[in-house]
C-alpha cells in the first residue's frame, strides 16, 4: 500500500542515489570482467542495468512508472533489455486504499465520493499511471472515475530532475544536446497530470470524429471532474490481449484495425492533433456490430504544427523515398542533415533514412495494407536494432532531427504495433 512507497523527496532521491550507484557498479564490473579477459556481453550490462533502473522506479511509482511505460514504447531507441523491463510497468502498481481515495474527493468535492454518485466502489477496477480507475452508477449511467495519487502532479518535475541525469548517463548522452527533446517529452508528461485539459481534449477530438465508423468515445462529465479526478462513461469492451483470446473473426479484425487507421489519419491530416498513446490499455474492442472499438485516455496529445505535418507527409510521399535529391533537401529541414556534415556521414544518413522511410512508408504506398504479416513488424524492429548497432551511429552521440517527431514516431509505430497484433488487413488510402 501507499505507506511502502518513498513520497517525500528526501527518501526519493535516496532510492535514485542509490539507483546510480548500483550502475554505476554494473558497468564496473563489466569492465572488470574484461580487463581480466571474461566475457561479460554489454547486453547483459543493459539487462543488469534495466533491472536495476526498473526496480527503483517501481518502488518510486508515480510519473517515473510514466517515464519507464514510455520508454518501453520506444523500442526502436532503446536496448530491448530496456524495453522488455519496463514493458511490465503498467502493472506493477499498487492500489491508493480506500480512505485516501475518500480523502481526494473531500478536498476537491468536500463530499465524498459515496455522497456525490449513486454507488461508488471503492476497490480500483484498473490501475492508471498516475492514478487508478473506479467503478460507479449516477442518474442510472454507469461511469469510469480516474482518481490521480496525491501529490503526483506537484512531484513530476523533480522526478525528472532525479532521473534526467541517471538516464543521461546510462544512455550516454549529452544534456545540452538533448535538452529540445528532453523539454518536449517533459512538456507531455505535464499535461498528462492534469485531468482537467485530458476532459477538455478528450470531448474536442471524440466531438470531431463523431462521423468516423466504428468508434466509440465516453462523455465525460466536468460536474464530477476536477484536475485530479475525471469522470466519464464506463465503456465495455476487452483490451487486446483478452479480446484476441476469444479468437475474433477475421472480418472483425479487421473492422476494428480499419477504425483505428481511420482514427489516426482523420486525426493527422484533419486535426493536426493526435492521441499520441497507442498503448493497448488504452483501447477497449468488441465484435458488436461486426466490431467496435472504443477510445480511452486523451491524457498525451500531440499537437502538430503545419510545418511539422507538411515536412512529415512529404518524408513519406512515395516520390520523395525515389528522388535522392528531395529527400536530401527534406532532411536537411528536419535537422537530420547538417551542411557542416562530412560526406561519409552524409552518405550514411542518407542511406539509413533512406532504408526506414521505405518501410515506414510501406503501408501508405499500398490500397491495402495486411498488418497480419508479421514479418513486416519484425522488419521494423530489425531495423531498429540494425541502426542501434550501426558502429559509425554509435559513435553519433546527438540526437537529430525535429523534436516534433518523437511522438509522431511513437505514435505510428505504436499505432502499426496494434494492428499487427489484431492481425487486421486495412484500407490505407
Ligand atoms: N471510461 C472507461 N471505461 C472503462 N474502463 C476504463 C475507462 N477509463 C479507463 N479505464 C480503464 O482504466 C485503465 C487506465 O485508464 P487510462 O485513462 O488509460 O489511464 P492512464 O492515463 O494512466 O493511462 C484503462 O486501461 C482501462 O482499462
Ligand atoms: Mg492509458
Known amino acids: 500500500m501507499l505507506n511502502d512507497i518513498p513520497t517525500t523527496k528526501v527518501a526519493r532521491a535516496a532510492r535514485f542515489a542509490k539507483t546510480g550507484l548500483n550502475v554505476g557498479a554494473n558497468y564496473i564490473k563489466h569492465y572488470a570482467k574484461k580487463a581480466v579477459g571474461a566475457e561479460s556481453t554489454t547486453e547483459d550490462l543493459h539487462a543488469a542495468n534495466a533491472a536495476e533502473l526498473y526496480g527503483t522506479l517501481s518502488e518510486m511509482k508515480g510519473s517515473v512508472l510514466k517515464v519507464a511505460q514510455m520508454l518501453a514504447m520506444e523500442k526502436n531507441m532503446l536496448p530491448s533489455a530496456y524495453a522488455d523491463q519496463f514493458a511490465q510497468a503498467q502493472y506493477q502498481t499498487p492500489p491508493l486504499s480506500g480512505p485516501l481515495v475518500v480523502k481526494a474527493f473531500r478536498d476537491a468535492f468536500g463530499k465524498s465520493p459515496f455522497q456525490l454518485f449513486d454507488e461508488f466502489e471503492p476497490e480500483a477496477r484498473q490501475a492508471a499511471s498516475i492514478g487508478q480507475v473506479h467503478f460507479a452508477r449516477k442518474n442510472g449511467k454507469q461511469l469510469a472515475v480516474k482518481v490521480q495519487y496525491p501529490g503526483v502532479a ?135 456490430n461486426g466490431g467496435t472499438l472504443g477510445v480511452l485516455d486523451f491524457g498525451c496529445v500531440k499537437d502538430v504544427p503545419q510545418d511539422v505535418y507538411q515536412l512529415f507527409t512529404a518524408l513519406l510521399a512515395p516520390e520523395t523515398f525515389a528522388d535522392e535529391t528531395r529527400l536530401a533537401a527534406l532532411l536537411s529541414e528536419a535537422g537530420v542533415l547538417r551542411a557542416s556534415d562530412a560526406p561519409a556521414l552524409r552518405a550514411l544518413y542518407l542511406r539509413t533514412m533512406h532504408v526506414s522511410l521505405e518501410l515506414v512508408g510501406r503501408p501508405f504506398r499500398q490500397a491495402t495494407f495486411d498488418f497480419g504479416d508479421p514479418s513486416y513488424m519484425a522488419a521494423l524492429y530489425a531495423l531498429g536494432d540494425d541502426l542501434m548497432a550501426d558502429p559509425e551511429l554509435r559513435k553519433q552521440r546527438e540526437p537529430r532531427g525535429s523534436e516534433h517527431f518523437i511522438y509522431l514516431n511513437r505514435t505510428y509505430v505504436g499505432l502499426f504495433a496494434l494492428l499487427t497484433e489484431l492481425k487486421a488487413s486495412v484500407r490505407t488510402q
Open 154 to 288: 506537484d512531484s513530476i518535475k523533480s522526478d525528472i530532475r532525479l532521473v534526467k541525469p541517471i538516464a543521461l548517463r546510462v544512455m550516454g548522452l549529452n544534456e545540452a544536446q538533448v535538452r529540445p527533446y528532453l523539454e518536449e517529452v517533459e512538456t507531455r508528461l505535464l499535461e498528462e497530470t492534469d485531468y482537467a485539459l485530458e476532459l477538455r481534449r478528450g470531448q474536442e477530438i471524440a466531438a470531431q470524429c463523431q462521423e468516423l465508423a466504428h468508434l466509440e468515445f465516453p462523455a465525460y462529465y466536468a460536474e464530477f471532474s476536477t484536475p485530479r479526478i475525471l469522470t466519464m462513461d464506463w465503456l465495455t469492451g476487452q483490451h487486446l490481449k483478452e479480446f484476441l483470446v476469444t479468437n475474433p473473426a477475421q472480418d472483425v479484425r479487421n473492422q476494428i484495425g480499419q477504425a483505428l487507421w481511420d482514427f489516426y489519419q482523420f486525426q493527422f491530416n484533419n486535426l493536426h492533433q493526435l492521441h499520441a498513446d497507442p498503448h493497448p490499455g488504452n483501447f477497449l474492442m468488441r465484435t458488436e
